[in-house]
């Protein structure tokens, strides 16, 4: 049985009508394999030649894999966490090659670059027992097997020419939202290619222009009278040896009657505005992956990297450790029992009068409290302890 066959052979007829029908018209439109492989890879390759996109991917991943996940057991609208959970213990040494960091580095990397990445559970399954190692899988490599009858029926890992087939219980799949295809995640860098291949472009530009023979723009060197075969290549040879390099000089050219006329081709960088166009490209390409400009400016005051620091925690590190979060909460907990949860430990900003008054809810008095955060006056009924209902002091 070849690899196909294996993953798609057939699970027992599902008997739910609707839901069948909705899995086969999924299955059957995506097919087999879908899609391109090579534009994962292509991603990939822009993050090691794109600073800004290196940048913004690795002051994302990194700062995402310094976040850990805590393990909650709900009891009705209860939850307890559970300390040092087989969860959290597996998570700390996913394998023997790998640390905590390096895993979540990964995850999140992938997932920036390439809108997709993969989990390989190592040593158990559905039934089987919990996992006892997770393997990053490199996105570029990993194909979804559609199902019309289970939606996915598994997982094809490609490498060297040889293709290994996993089932669905052994790997974990996180995605970003595409708004065109039913089994893949979007990339950020997808909508950020344009300007970061515009970039790349500029800089390419200004690294041939100080290359050998390039210290100056391109233009034509005209002879203003007809000279002979002999003092044309003279003059040709004598204008490169002395003019061109990667330094700037005077050229002295003898033998040309009429003299010498230069007349340049193209823009000049100055006319390109070349500096302010690599700016705006970093600007778009960190506004596309979440990078506030005042975490990376020089420029920026104490006052401005605060709140770039702020606004980054809360609007574009915060959704993506909530979105790994709940899919280990999906697919990791089901192994170890019921009524787990995973979450990422809060690295928002909080109201720090809030917290204060949470800790002296007991305490302090209602106007107590009015006095030392608000500067309120008395009331008639503020002498009874501070509570706090629903996140919000009743003062």
Not at 236 to 249: A, D, K, N, P, V
Request: aromatic content about 10%.
């Amino acid at each position: 049985m070849n690899v196909l066959e294996r993953l798609f052979k057939r699970a027992p007829p599902n008997t739910d009508p609707a839901r069948v029908r909705y899995l086969r018209a999924l299955g059957e439109h995506n097919g087999p394999f879908f899609p391109r492989l090579d534009q994962y890879a292509s991603q990939a390759d822009e993050y090691r030649r794109s600073a800004w996109v290196y940048v913004s991917v690795t002051r994302i991943a990194e700062a995402a894999a310094l976040v850990p996940f805590s393990v909650y057991q709900l009891s009705g609208e209860q939850r307890a966490p559970v300390a040092n959970h087989p969860i959290e213990k597996l998570l700390r040494a996913p394998n023997p090659f790998m640390s905590q960091f390096e895993l979540f580095e990964a995850t999140y990397g992938a997932l920036e670059l390439c809108g997709n990445a993969y989990w390989f559970l190592s040593g158990g399954g559905i039934g089987e027992g919990a996992p006892v190692e997770i393997w990053p899988l490199r996105p570029d490599r990993v194909r979804i097997a559609a199902d019309p009858d289970r939606f996915i029926a598994g997982y094809v890992y490609s490498v060297g020419g040889v293709e290994v087939p996993l089932k669905r219980e052994e790997v974990i799949h996180f995605k970003r939202w595409h708004p065109g295809a039913d089994l893949y995640g979007l990339s950020a860098l997808e909508a950020a290619a344009l300007a970061s291949a515009t970039d790349r472009g500029m800089s390419e530009y200004n690294r041939k222009f100080f290359g050998a023979e390039r210290a100056i723009p391109a233009g034509v060197v005209t002879l203003r009278e007809l000279v002979s075969d002999a003092d044309f290549e003279r003059i040709q040879r004598e204008f490169l040896e002395t003019y061109s390099g990667t330094s700037r000089r005077t050229a002295f050219i003898r033998g040309a009657r009429g003299g010498i006329e230069w007349q340049p081709l193209g823009l000049s960088q100055q006319e390109m505005s070349f500096i302010e166009g690599r700016r705006l490209s970093q600007e778009e390409i960190f506004t596309v992956f979440g990078l506030p400009l005042g975490m990376v400016r020089e420029s920026a005051t104490e006052a401005s990297a605060k709140i770039a620091e702020k606004v980054f925690r809360e609007q574009t590190l915060w959704p993506k450790l909530v979105r790994v979060a709940q899919k280990l909460t999906q697919e990791l907990t089901p192994f170890y029992g019921p009524d787990l949860v995973i979450e990422p430990e809060e690295t928002r900003d909080l109201d720090p009068d809030l917290a204060a008054i949470q800790a002296a809810q007991g305490y302090l008095t209602v106007n107590e409290v009015r006095a030392r955060y608000w500067k309120l006056p008395p009331i008639a009924w503020g002498e009874q302890s501070v509570t706090i209902n629903n996140s919000a002091p009743q003062l």
